[in-house]
């Protein structure tokens, strides 16, 4: 009983020298070249399969992360959002129009310093769960927003 089946492939008359030449310089039978090369390329997709698994547990940890640093976002805008609705006081018209003037004015504030934070590398969620050692800075003065410098 045999324990080979004979194929019979065509290939590119410049593979079939490659081929040849290739196994001339290891010592190798040209069956025996072809034979591996078939396997390997037969038992790749194992290895794909591996490698697409390990990606995809990177994705899904780094989702995790994204997920999380939102959780922290959302759960400081709400605090905020409480905190400014416990003290903000009524006011009339024409307070309300001044108030709105100065509205304007603290959140093209609050858009500099974000950005200048942003640029620094600080990130919110990094800070509230100490993931990265942030570089140490000294604390803000009253009146100056944090991470920074006034302008």
């Given at each position: 009983m045999r324990?080979?089946?004979?194929i019979h492939p065509y290939v590119l008359p410049e593979i079939s020298n490659r081929l040849a030449a290739y196994c001339g310089a290891k010592g190798l039978t040209e069956s025996a070249a072809v034979e591996a090369a078939l396997?390997?390329?037969?038992?790749?997709?194992?290895?794909?399969?591996d490698l697409i698994l390990r990606?995809?547990?990177?994705?899904?940890r780094d989702?995790?992360?994204?997920?999380?640093?939102?959780?922290?976002l959302l759960?400081?805008?709400?605090?905020?959002?409480r905190h400014w609705f416990k003290y903000v006081p009524e006011r009339s018209q024409a307070e309300d129009l001044a108030a709105q003037r100065l509205a304007l004015k603290r959140?093209?504030?609050?858009?500099?310093?974000?950005?200048?934070?942003?640029?620094?590398g600080s990130r919110l969620a990094s800070d509230v769960l100490k993931d990265e050692?942030?570089?140490?800075?000294p604390s803000p003065k009253v009146g100056q927003p944090p991470h920074g410098n006034p302008r």
């Amino acid at each position: 009983m045999r324990t080979r089946t004979r194929i019979h492939p065509y290939v590119l008359p410049e593979i079939s020298n490659r081929l040849a030449a290739y196994c001339g310089a290891k010592g190798l039978t040209e069956s025996a070249a072809v034979e591996a090369a078939l396997s390997a390329y037969l038992d790749g997709g194992e290895r794909d399969n591996d490698l697409i698994l390990r990606r995809l547990d990177r994705l899904t940890r780094d989702s995790a992360r994204q997920r999380r640093d939102q959780e922290v976002l959302l759960e400081a805008f709400a605090m905020f959002v409480r905190h400014w609705f416990k003290y903000v006081p009524e006011r009339s018209q024409a307070e309300d129009l001044a108030a709105q003037r100065l509205a304007l004015k603290r959140f093209d504030e609050f858009v500099h310093w974000t950005s200048l934070a942003l640029a620094r590398g600080s990130r919110l969620a990094s800070d509230v769960l100490k993931d990265e050692a942030p570089p140490e800075q000294p604390s803000p003065k009253v009146g100056q927003p944090p991470h920074g410098n006034p302008r």
